[in-house]
């Protein structure tokens, strides 16, 4: 083998151009595999931080639990569980420095960081005993946040930080291999569960279901031993308290303990999935194209073959001198290949830190997981584009061979040849298909109406959760708010809102329709919802269609009011006449809110989404602690400096509230168009990649084809065929192959377009623009790389042509 090693190493030495060739085609299928297989590792299979017996626990399909739903499942799952411990995620403003500074922080609950393994890297961690209300002032920082923004600070443990108006003395400095026990979240700091009430005036024993649980399996516990027991605790936790469950089918189950949450993982499988067939496309091009440089290569060592067989070498020694050169390639592609990955995913990284607040981070570096992947890959590759041409070249005719260095096998080889350039054509045509699909459907999507005029309108995030406000209070600093914004000058008109429409965030709840019955013998709806003050469909030129909007008379203290999507109105009540309908958020027995308008149907979460029912809260009824200010600028050219103008309002208001930050609301709904906008721009790369490997690949196959048949080319050069004639019969005969691949291609693409029809924006089971661009493209690339080996062997001289071996 050390043999084989070192004369194949001697042979690609003596062939640099091929080898270069070679290698850069396997990096760069290589590369972009481990690229999205990294992306994928990173969002789907990398294990919490001192994961292997730690599961999730979700509440029916993947709904977080509530404190008091935590610790019931922590009393009454003792036998199968070590520890069960949750997760929160809060804003919080930190006020002890020059200027309030807004925090990330996580509260958690239960045994949480020795259950997840946690270590400190200075003082120490909270534990469960730190539950009680004697530890409710004791912070833990992040490895992260202690480095950036207090210098790794040595001695910061028993310094005091006032978060959120409060002193929290500094307990310790967790690991920097932690960050959360929920990706992509990274807080910056964590507390008990007892700083809940300091923190935001509210026992933990008050939140609603937004705990993130872990549990960890006790020895030889199995996840199926968990879910029987959850079942039998779920059963019991609905028995003991059937009031809260009336009307909701209660159930708990647990998940395994990798990447992002269950709510999350149907879209990022998806996704990575489309992905990785893209690249694994691009893998296969990349290897014919280096099949066919090993079958044009074995035409040339013919005579070498043929001595070593006629020395007495077996076929099985051959072949396995040949696939040591394949392994070669392979392994100086597979090298080549991680770095590329660790370039591309460390340039996806900061894409996304540009566009993602930082909070939701995720490491897309290739680790242990990925390295092996990527070996397992460059083994797979020496075979898929070794074996085949070895297999070839191992069986020469020994006398042909011996005499002209052909082995007898130059025909069947080039219709190889010509076989794997239409394979590659027809990969390349679905690659360039996918890309173009993907593209035209972002541009569609981009140009879509959303229901609603984006123009000059401004979006501020005021958060008041760090200063502890009564609602009654809450709603008055959002009314002064909207009343100084609509005094300033510029602005046409504002209102303020829980979250910004194609934003990224939702809620939902279950409602009931007073006299109405549906899927549920209660005749409950879960439906989308917003809570938006007075003037908010004026300030979004959202139209309602029927009724009013709310006003300054919809107050605490007012009759309920609500206002419903046409979708909406017209699935609870089938006449579609919703005005003076009654909803409850309740339950079957009220309180009731009074339907008073219905607004135009527009995009709320996605814009490829069918329209789901929706409908708006009135803020003055039900006001939030953060809200979002929108303002509608006069004139979108000063929206600039009208941002400035009204985040100093905000300061003058609260000097303790961190600064709010300032957007506009196209800026804020880009976080929805991100997928879209990876998966277009990826998809466009490597269709690029396929469409270069692809016309590299058919002009080395026309240029061997020239540099064969230079004798023949002489020859008709001498008896008068001219050089158009000459150049028109070389291409043609990779033209066949190109036109074979095209067709298959444009086969695959429509096959590949149905299957994609419903993650695609604007475009019908047949899209015209996609059927005549990928083969155009492709074509005249063809064309190009095709023509250009054809038309230098017109400029050999006869005389030297005919003189040539």
């Not at 103008?645 to 880009?670: E, G, K, N």
């Amino acid at each position: 083998m050390l043999s084989d090693l070192r004369y194949a190493l001697r042979q690609l030495r003596s062939a640099p151009g091929f080898a270069l060739v070679a290698v850069l085609s396997l990096a760069l299928g290589i590369g972009a595999n481990a690229a999205i297989f990294s992306v994928g590792n990173a969002l789907l299979l990398r294990p919490l931080h001192g994961a292997g017996d730690l599961v999730r626990v979700y509440r029916n399909h993947h709904s977080p639990l509530n404190y008091s739903e935590l610790t019931a499942v922590a009393e009454q799952t003792r036998g199968v569980f070590a520890d069960v411990v949750g997760e929160r995620l809060m804003s919080l403003a930190r006020t002890d420095g020059t200027e309030p500074e807004k925090l990330t922080g996580s509260i958690v609950a239960g045994n949480f960081f020795p259950a997840l393994g946690v270590r400190p890297a200075l003082g120490r961690v909270l534990t469960g005993a730190d539950s009680a209300a004697q530890s409710a002032q004791l912070v833990v920082l992040s490895h992260r946040y202690w480095e950036r923004r207090l210098g790794a600070d040595p001695n910061v443990v028993g310094r005091v930080l006032r978060i959120n108006g409060q002193p929290f003395t500094v307990a310790g400095v967790a690991d920097a291999g932690f960050t959360s026990s929920v990706m992509p979240w990274r807080p910056d700091v964590f507390f008990s569960s007892a700083a809940s009430l300091p923190l935001t005036g509210q026992r933990a024993e008050e939140w609603g279901g937004s705990l993130y649980i872990t549990a960890r399996l006790r020895d030889g516990v199995s996840r199926r031993s968990a879910d029987a027991a959850l079942a039998v605790a779920a059963r019991r936790m609905v028995a003991a308290d059937t009031a809260r469950y009336a009307g909701d089918r209660f159930t708990l189950r647990t998940d395994h303990a990798r990447g992002v949450n269950a709510e999350l993982r149907t879209p990022v499988v998806a996704g990575t999935g489309l992905l990785l067939g893209v690249v694994s496309v691009v893998l296969l091009i990349a290897c014919a194209n280096v099949a066919n440089l090993l079958l044009a290569r074995a035409t040339t060592r013919g005579r070498e073959v043929g001595m070593r067989v006629a020395l007495g070498a077996s076929r099985g020694r051959l072949v396995r001198q040949l696939l040591t050169e394949s392994v070669v390639l392979a392994a100086a592609g597979g090298a080549l290949g991680l770095f590329v990955a660790s370039w591309a995913t460390r340039a996806l990284g900061d894409a996304l830190t540009a566009r993602v607040p930082e909070p939701v981070l995720v490491d897309f570096a290739p680790d242990a997981t990925v390295t092996l992947y990527t070996v397992a890959l460059t083994v797979a590759t020496a075979l898929l584009f070794g074996l085949v041409p070895a297999l070839r070249a191992s069986r020469p005719a020994v006398l042909p061979a011996l005499k002209d260095g052909a082995g007898g096998a130059v025909g069947t080889r080039s219709r190889l040849r010509g076989t794997l350039v239409g394979v590659q054509v027809a990969l390349c045509t679905l690659c360039l298909a996918v890309a173009s699909l993907l593209v035209h459907s972002l541009s569609n999507a981009r140009r879509m109406d959303p229901g609603f005029d984006t123009r000059g309108v401004l979006d501020l995030a005021v958060d008041l959760q760090s200063r502890q406000l009564e609602p009654a209070a809450r709603r008055e600093f959002f009314r002064r708010l909207v009343e100084q914004a609509r005094a300033t000058p510029g602005v046409r008109a504002a209102s303020v809102a829980a979250i910004v429409p194609l934003g990224g965030s939702n809620m939902q709840t279950l409602v009931w329709a007073s006299g109405v019955r549906g899927d549920r013998p209660d005749g409950s709806r879960l439906v989308y919802f917003n809570t938006v003050g007075d003037g908010y469909f004026e300030t979004l030129r959202l139209p309602i269609v029927r009724g009013r909007e709310f006003t300054t008379a919809d107050r605490d203290g007012a009759p309920g009011a609500l206002v419903v999507n046409e979708t909406m109105a017209r699935r609870l009540w089938p006449d579609g006449d919703a005005l003076g309908r009654r909803v409850s958020l309740d339950g079957p027995g009220g309180p009731w809110l009074t339907v008073v308008g219905v607004a135009r149907d527009a995009k709320y979460n996605s814009v490829g989404e069918d329209t789901p029912a929706f409908m708006y809260l009135a803020a003055a009824q039900s006001t939030r602690a953060e809200m979002v200010l929108h303002a509608r600028a006069a004139d979108p050219t000063t929206a600039a400096t009208l941002g400035r103008t009204l985040r100093a309002a905000v300061v003058s208001m609260d000097p303790l509230l961190p600064p709010p930050t300032v957007a506009t609301i196209d800026d804020d709904m880009r976080i929805s168009m991100l997928p879209a906008q990876l998966g277009a721009a990826f998809t466009a790369v490597f269709g690029g990649l396929a469409l270069l490997l692809a016309a590299v690949g058919i002009y080395g196959v026309v240029a061997f084809a020239v540099a064969r048949r230079t004798r023949e080319i002489g020859v008709r050069a001498a008896l008068g065929a001219a050089p158009a004639r000459l150049v028109r019969r070389m291409m043609g005969e990779a033209g066949r192959a190109v036109v074979v691949g095209l067709a298959i291609g444009l086969a695959l693409t429509l096959l590949v377009e149905r299957l994609l029809g419903s993650a695609l924006y604007g475009i019908g089971a047949v899209d015209p623009v996609t059927l005549v661009a990928a083969p155009l493209v492709l074509g005249l690339a063809a064309s190009l790389a095709a023509y250009l080996p054809a038309r230098r062997a017109t400029r050999v001289s006869p005389t030297v042509a005919l003189r040539s071996e």
